[in-house]
């Protein structure tokens, strides 16, 4: 069992050996629910974990394009669409973005968003208490909630550092 990461990492980081876990993780979610981990999967997973903040999809398929033939934007949402399905990808609402996720958490877990103002780096936390109090409220004022998206801005630690 591997430790988890942390909310924010340290600018100075092993950012290689985050990838590297992160990509050894899907490739371990995938073959266990019998999902193929294609090339074209694993190269917009990778080109995600190059950063540790909300990306869109036309950035995404910029850095792609840096290593090899601009992808068509349809294919570059498939994929994500396939990676938030299998828990290794989030969406960002607000930002209209997504994250890799270097958690290994379930992927029905519900997790809050801390989002950096300053650096633009995004962590994330366990939130299911949280989402289950909006639930509740949700439901005692008779609306069926579906889907509870915690989203936090402010600054992170290594951003209050350096003022």
């Known amino acids: 069992m591997s430790i988890a990461?942390?909310?924010f990492p340290h600018p100075d980081h092993d950012h290689g050996l985050c990838a590297a876990d992160a990509l050894s993780h899907a490739e371990t979610v995938c073959?266990?629910?019998g999902q193929k981990f294609t090339p074209q999967r694993r190269q917009v997973l990778q080109a995600m974990l190059q950063e540790?903040?909300?990306l869109g999809a036309y950035?995404?398929?910029?850095?792609l394009?840096?290593?090899g033939p601009r992808p068509a934007p349809i294919t570059v949402y498939r994929v994500l669409d396939f990676l938030i399905d299998n828990g290794l990808v989030h969406r960002i609402e607000s930002r209209n973005a997504f994250i890799a996720c270097a958690h290994r958490h379930d992927d029905?877990?519900?997790?809050?968003?801390?989002?950096c103002e300053s650096c633009g780096q995004v962590g994330e936390i366990p939130a299911a208490p949280i989402a289950a109090k909006l639930n509740e409220a949700a439901r005692a004022d008779g609306f069926a909630p579906r889907l509870a998206v915690v989203e936090v801005t402010g600054t992170c630690a290594?951003?209050?550092a350096k003022t």
């Open 108 to 115: 029905t877990a519900t997790v809050a968003f801390l989002i």
């Open 31 to 33: 073959r266990n629910r």
């Open 158 to 160: 290594h951003c209050q």
């Open 5 to 7: 990461p942390p909310v």
């Open 52 to 54: 540790h903040r909300a």
């Open 59 to 63: 950035d995404i398929i910029e850095l």
């Open 65 to 67: 394009a840096r290593e």
